[in-house]
């Protein structure tokens, strides 16, 4: 069975550049999650998806972060623009459903110089 | 505020040795996670602790839960140099079983074991 994948998976920007990150989750998986991890620290949800809709987006820092599943499946994460503390290693992971086990992506690290 | 805390943040050990990793929280949960993650590496499940009192063994390693104490021990037995790794309790705060799951991860305890 295929992982979570994850595009791309190294990225340097400059401060105030946009950036997207791009997640195809497990196939037949209703859920999706973005969480960011900064060096040091464990994960934090970003936002979290059922199908095509938002579930919670609680922590999500919206006058710089969207985050978008059209189809219920790909989803992706842009930063508009990027701040220095926006480095971190950003993950995708996906569940069955709301209550299943998530399996986590590789992820992407992002470098804001 | 919703604190996971875990220690020791780093532990160096011996082949050989036991040691217990500590994850406490400061909220009612009813379910715990446990994830390791390798160096540039995604994060790998270990452990589900779904009620008071769980236990779940997987070769050198075992977990618990005791919810009423808020907390959950990783006990490691006979460490071996393929466990360093960075390890994780994530503390579910769903409500009902028909809430959706959401974690809140523990600072991780980075696991060195030498010869």
């Known amino acids: 069975e295929a992982g979570v994948a994850q595009s791309p998976r190294y990225k340097i920007i400059e401060k105030r550049q946009s950036v997207a990150f791009w997640c195809n989750p497990i196939?037949?998986?209703?859920?999706l999650y973005w969480y960011q991890q900064i060096l040091g620290q464990g994960p934090k949800l970003l936002i979290q998806?059922?199908?095509?809709?938002?579930?919670?987006d609680s922590q999500l820092p919206k006058d710089r972060f969207s985050a978008e599943r059209l189809k219920g499946v790909d989803s992706t994460l842009k930063i508009q623009p990027a701040k220095l503390e926006d480095s971190a290693v950003y993950l995708c992971?996906?569940?069955?459903?709301?209550?299943?086990?998530?399996?986590f992506g590789q992820g992407t690290r992002l470098t804001v110089v | 505020e919703l604190k996971v805390e875990q220690n020791p943040l780093f532990l160096s050990m011996q082949e050989g040795k036991n040691y217990t990793i500590y994850c406490n929280y400061s909220?009612?949960?009813?379910?715990l996670y446990w994830y390791r993650q390798d160096p540039g590496k995604s994060l790998e499940s270990l452990f589900v602790?779904?009620?008071?009192?769980a236990v779940k063994q997987e070769g050198r390693l075992m977990a618990s839960l005791d919810t009423k104490a808020r907390l959950s021990t990783l006990h490691i037995t006979a460490a071996v140099h393929d466990l360093s790794a960075t390890y994780f309790c994530?503390?579910?705060?769903?409500?009902?079983?028909?809430?959706?799951?959401?974690?809140?991860f523990g600072t991780g305890t980075r696991l060195q074991v030498f010869p």
């Open positions: 992971a996906s569940s069955l459903d709301l209550v299943a086990e998530a399996f």
């Open positions: 196939s037949g998986h209703a859920t």
């Open positions: 998806f059922q199908n095509n809709g938002v579930v919670d």
């Open positions: 909220t009612t949960s009813d379910r």
């Open positions: 602790l779904l009620s008071n009192g």
């Open positions: 994530a503390v579910d705060l769903q409500k009902g079983w028909s809430d959706p799951d959401k974690l809140i």
